[in-house]
């Protein structure tokens, strides 16, 4: 299995609250993504990073911001927590990211609730 | 928006015997990548097999094959001798274009009976 691990992996917060989550990997893979899972979406992207304090916007973005200081740690944060994201996150990570078409591999999620 | 569409919500299959999951995507790329993900109730990704679309061959994993149909556009997952713990959830996935995401269906749940 891939090094990934979340944190934390359940987290229950208010509406309006910030919110850190983090991904840490010990594969020294560049890409690396987060995604939220939503009953009848599927998985979706937020946000991914393409290298260190390299990062650009995914299909549903509105509401969260990233970070990479290191290749190991990728950081997604809810400036103000909504219900609507209340959701599981994932982090995934693949050595290339080139046109989407090398494997990713994920992390064993996180369960968000924004009361 | 390209999309992938999995048309079989829940399916259920008895131990022992071969299930089929479907998978129909859109995509105006040439080279592209398509894999199918098992998410059990521990809630992990797992990733089953993937397709590299401009290999004809069907790609295999033990238990797990696909039937790529490149022209139609359709990816679909066989398990044969289908096992308890096959139960789970299966995503469709598509990689390719000028982004890195990869594109999701929304599942098929598959219950294996005893």
């Known amino acids: 299995d891939a090094g990934i691990t979340q944190s934390p992996r359940h987290k229950v917060t208010e509406t309006g609250t910030p919110v850190t989550l983090r991904c840490h990997q010990t594969?020294?893979?560049?890409?690396m993504y987060w995604y939220r899972q939503d009953p009848g979406h599927g998985l979706r992207l937020i946000h991914y990073?393409?290298?260190?304090?390299?990062?650009d916007k995914g299909e549903v973005s509105d509401g969260y911001s990233v970070s990479r200081s290191k290749t190991e740690d990728f950081l997604l944060t809810l400036e103000s927590a909504t219900s609507s994201q209340t959701s599981v996150y994932f982090c995934?990570?693949?050595?290339?990211?080139?046109?989407?078409?090398?494997?990713?591999?994920f992390g064993p999620g996180t369960r968000l609730t924004v009361l | 928006a390209q999309t992938v569409t999995q048309s079989q919500p829940e399916m259920s299959v008895q131990e022992a015997e071969t299930v089929t999951l479907s998978c129909t995507y859109d995509?105006?790329?040439?080279?592209?990548?398509l894999f199918w993900y098992k998410q059990p109730p521990s809630r992990q990704m797992i990733l089953v097999i993937r397709?590299?679309?401009?290999?004809?061959q069907n790609a295999t994993e033990n238990r797990f094959s696909v039937n790529f149909q490149k022209a139609a556009k359709s990816f679909s997952l066989k398990i044969s001798d289908s096992q308890l713990g096959d139960t789970a959830m299966y995503f469709c996935?598509?990689?390719?274009?000028?982004?890195?995401?990869?594109?999701f269906g929304k599942g098929t749940l598959l219950t294996v009976n005893p």
């Open positions: 995934a990570i693949s050595e290339s990211g080139t046109g989407g078409t090398d494997t990713q591999y």
């Open positions: 594969e020294n893979h560049r890409y």
């Open positions: 990073s393409y290298g260190v304090k390299d990062t």
């Open positions: 995509t105006s790329e040439s080279n592209y990548y």
């Open positions: 397709q590299e679309a401009y290999k004809q």
């Open positions: 996935a598509r990689g390719g274009g000028s982004n890195y995401k990869l594109t």
